[in-house]
């Protein structure tokens, strides 16, 4: 398996309507990160503050500055710390990784997948905590 090259993939696909966060997030957001709850609406992901109108993707997502034009896009989340616990916990299948098409997945992890599994969930430790 391959470290994370920050395609986005994830951020892109799961980052919009597919998203859920709990209400202590969400309550948490509201005291502590006004910047992150000013884009709740009744508990649900992301809609636009001033429109109200729902976001496609994550606001928080950012094209990281390329060191040359020719090289693919990287992405940065501008609330890693602070990001909901869906965005912490992706990825945590091996299926889910071959399905959402996750650059980190190489032929010996789908000729393996229970060694592979096994290397995620030890990778994935410290977002799961």
Known sequence: MKDCNQCGKCCIKYGGEDLSVTKEEVDLWEMFEPDIFKFIKDYKTW???ESGIRLKQCPFLEIAPKETPLVSNKYTCSIYFNRPKDCRLY??????????????IEAIDIA??????IKLDVLMIDSHA
């Open 47 to 49: 809609f636009d503050p």
């Open 91 to 104: 990825p945590s299948l091996i299926p889910e990784m071959v399905r959402d098409e996750c650059e980190m």
């Open 112 to 117: 393996n997948p229970k060694q592979a599994q």
